[in-house]
């Protein structure tokens, strides 16, 4: 293990490796303090960061944090790593790779030459470069990167934000999930995905609500897809079981322990994934995966030690629970930055740090990353927090967006941001739907060419018999 | 959106913070508990931990569980606690707690993330859990713990020496409720247990919530269960709610 070191105004500081040395250059966080990682002052962060400048990025190939002996993640990292579209940056240290970026981003050239690079990144690479980095690198890198996804609607195009619609309800009530999917729609909403969380997690309750939300988008034709987000092996059941199955959903994590504690292992990924495939249900495109992330996941399974047993940083495994991502070609990953709660993001600065972090690891790691903006009550955030990361993303070109009424999520108990949020970031910034629900909702009379969602009377709307859906 | 809606909203959310960051009112809760005859107040003495000394309030069966005891976790304020999950599950100091004579079941009434829902419903839940229980178990004395995660359980129970312990504890406040509870039941705590070692009855709280009498009910029938098991948690199934929940609702039609 390399031990580094840096002398900042006569105080000399060390570091333990690379997994203490990524951990104590990261901004500060609860979730490392709390997993006992985190540098003890802000001097010893800013001399680790200077520390981190200086190290080449093939450091990162020669030295895994996490052992690649006991961990598939780091496996699938390193055996999929491609060597040829690493070289333009093969020769560069951390700190020149962020120089190196800047100075693409101007270039009329940089989403081509990023999208080219993708495969040459590892996690930890892209995390160790963000480190380093204010926020706006952070969105001025991910702006200029170019990432699309396809299933039924087309994900991540230049000048869109997609919006996942959120119909949760405590009870999986069919009236309920049918009255919020409404509401959504008449918004704007739901181009990226109709997706609910269900309350009972039992096959039969998944069955009714894929057979639901199925029935309503064929009904009125709204080129969107539909996702129950339940475990991957009932998935593979509801497939097997011949239920209308458009995405196969799973939360993952950067660890196989903590994959371990979702229930899940790569090779069960792909059981579901190709199960998905299989099923050939996508118009414009076959990216059949659902997964979303978060910063903590780890920590809070216990599963976040890497060379030595050493804690590592929870931003560093939350990037590589991209690389699980990748592996599987998603239409959509959603980190959900704010949900787990004050002991990993602590107030509305730190939430709003990772929000930006993860996109742009992400997307420099050629994911369709969107971002649930959200917060639970015991953190010090609010609502004014969201606005600020919400319009940050979409300068920044995040994917999509979540949509839930009133921005309150009655069934999971948190808030994350509303159809009218959507609304308004799209209008600030001139972001317009994905381009086949955009067509949907003009044909429709529902918005105009100008990207404004027209006011609705409801007993003449062509999705007036809705509701009526549920009922049956 | 409207103003007014904007409003509401803002007023949710600061009724849910507040709930998180208002203390315990000890003083007040141990007094609630006096007076419906759960615990004796300190005029009363010592009371023998399953007599029937206090025999003028029926909320509580006329069973007296004895003094109440306050302890605290390691995490010294509010701000640590939010932070610091691993020193709200540990004790600060548990001399308070000694084991008289061996009970079957304690009770911890832990602060949680809503101090508003112990102080609510607290007194009213216990008294439900001690009319629902078999008068021949034998209970221990009250232990009100601030600071408090779910894990703190562990360790006052094991001081205790009973065999199951419940910890009645404040639940995260949501926008719409800012004060439900929920009981978490572990059998033979001592530290160390794991969150698959207990069961979980939640979202107690009136009106809207689980009824305190159901909750009861479920908790007592989850008892039997785990000492007929000889354990809690994921192999011990609550198979008393499936007819409470049976009851036709209407309400939405």
């Known amino acids: 293990m390399t031990r580094y070191g840096q002398t900042v105004r006569g105080v000399t500081y060390q570091f333990d490796g690379l997994v203490d040395l990524m951990a104590k250059a990261t901004p500060a966080r609860s979730g490392d303090e709390l997993a006992g990682c985190a540098a003890t002052s802000d001097a010893e962060r800013v001399a680790a960061q200077l520390t981190l400048a200086d190290v080449p990025l093939q450091q990162f190939l020669d030295e895994p944090l996490v052992p690649y002996e006991t961990d598939e993640v780091t496996r699938l990292i390193f055996d999929s790593h491609d060597r040829a579209a690493f070289q333009p940056v093969a020769s560069l240290t951390v700190g020149a790779f962020r120089d190196w970026l800047l100075d693409l981003v101007p270039r009329a050239d940089s989403g081509a030459v990023l999208t080219a690079l993708a495969p040459g990144l590892t996690p930890e690479m892209v995390a160790a470069v963000s480190k380093l980095m204010r926020n706006q690198d952070l969105i001025a890198v991910a702006r200029a990167t170019r990432v699309t996804s396809a299933f039924r609607s087309t994900i991540g195009l230049p000048g869109r934000l997609a919006t996942r619609l959120q119909p949760n309800h405590p009870t999986d009530d069919r009236r309920g999930i049918a009255a919020a999917t409404l509401d959504g729609l008449l918004l704007g909403c739901g181009d990226a995905v109709i997706g609910v969380n269900p309350a009972g997690d039992s096959p039969q309750t998944c069955a009714d609500l894929l057979h639901l939300i199925d029935e309503i988008r064929s009904t009125y034709e709204i080129p969107t897809q539909s996702c129950v987000l339940t475990h991957v092996s009932t998935t593979i059941g509801l497939i097997e079981a011949g239920v209308p199955v458009d995405l196969v959903f799973q939360s993952v994590a950067g660890t196989q322990a903590a994959n371990q504690g979702f229930g899940v292992t790569l090779s069960m990924l792909r059981e579901g994934y190709e199960a998905g495939l299989s099923l050939g249900r996508g118009t414009v495109g076959q990216n059949v995966m659902y997964m979303e992330t978060g910063q903590g996941s780890a920590l809070s399974a216990d599963a976040h030690r890497g060379v030595g047993g050493r804690p590592v940083d929870q931003q560093t495994l939350e990037a590589r629970a991209y690389a699980v991502c990748r592996e599987f070609k998603p239409l959509l990953v959603n980190t959900v930055v704010g949900f787990i709660g004050p002991e990993y993001l602590y107030d509305g600065k730190q939430i709003v740090r990772a929000g930006l972090e993860d996109h742009f690891c992400g997307k420099l790691l050629g994911l369709p990353m969107g971002v649930d903006v959200c917060y639970t009550n015991h953190a010090e955030a609010d609502q004014d927090d969201m606005d600020n990361l919400l319009t940050l993303l979409g300068v920044a070109g995040c994917s999509f967006v979540i949509a839930v009424p009133g921005a309150d999520d009655v069934m999971l108990g948190y808030q994350s941001t509303s159809f009218h949020d959507a609304l308004f970031v799209r209008q600030a910034l001139g972001l317009r739907p994905a381009p086949e629900f955009e067509a949907w909702l003009e044909g429709l009379g529902m918005m105009d060419g100008g990207g404004r969602v027209l006011p609705v009377e409801p007993s003449a709307s062509a999705l007036r018999s809705l509701t009526g859906v549920a009922s049956r | ?253």
Request: net charge neutral; proline share 7%; glycine share 10%.
């Open chain 2, 1 to 253: 959106m409207p103003t007014r809606r904007v409003l509401e909203f803002r007023l949710a959310h600061a009724v849910a913070r507040d709930a998180v960051h208002d203390p315990l009112d000890v003083d007040a809760l141990v007094a609630d508990l006096d007076r419906r005859g759960i615990s004796a107040g300190p005029d009363r003495g010592k009371a023998p931990a399953s007599g029937s000394t206090s025999a003028t309030d029926e909320s509580s069966n006329g069973r007296s569980l004895g003094s109440a005891i306050v302890v605290t976790s390691q995490a010294a304020s509010r701000a640590e606690y939010l932070r610091r999950p691993d020193l709200g599950r540990l004790p600060a100091d548990l001399s308070a707690v000694a084991p008289s004579s061996p009970a079957d079941v304690g009770f911890v009434l832990a602060d949680g993330l809503s101090a508003r829902a112990l102080q609510t419903h607290g007194p009213a839940l216990l008294a439900a859990l001690i009319q629902a229980l078999p008068t021949t178990m034998t209970l221990a004395p009250p232990v009100i713990a601030t600071q408090a995660r779910v894990g703190l359980g562990d360790h006052i129970g094991e001081a205790l020496g009973v065999q199951t312990v419940l910890v009645l504890i404040g639940e995260r406040p949501g926008l719409s409720v800012a004060d439900s509870l929920g009981i978490y039941l572990t059998h033979r705590p001592r530290p160390g247990r794991a969150d698959s070692d207990r069961n979980c009855v939640s979202n107690i709280h009136a009106p809207g919530g689980l009824p305190y009498e159901v909750a009861a009910r479920v908790v007592s029938g989850l008892i039997a269960g785990a000492r007929q098991l000889g354990r809690s948690g994921v192999d011990l199934k609550d198979t008393s709610r499936e007819v409470e929940l049976a009851t036709p609702d209407t309400a939405l039609s």
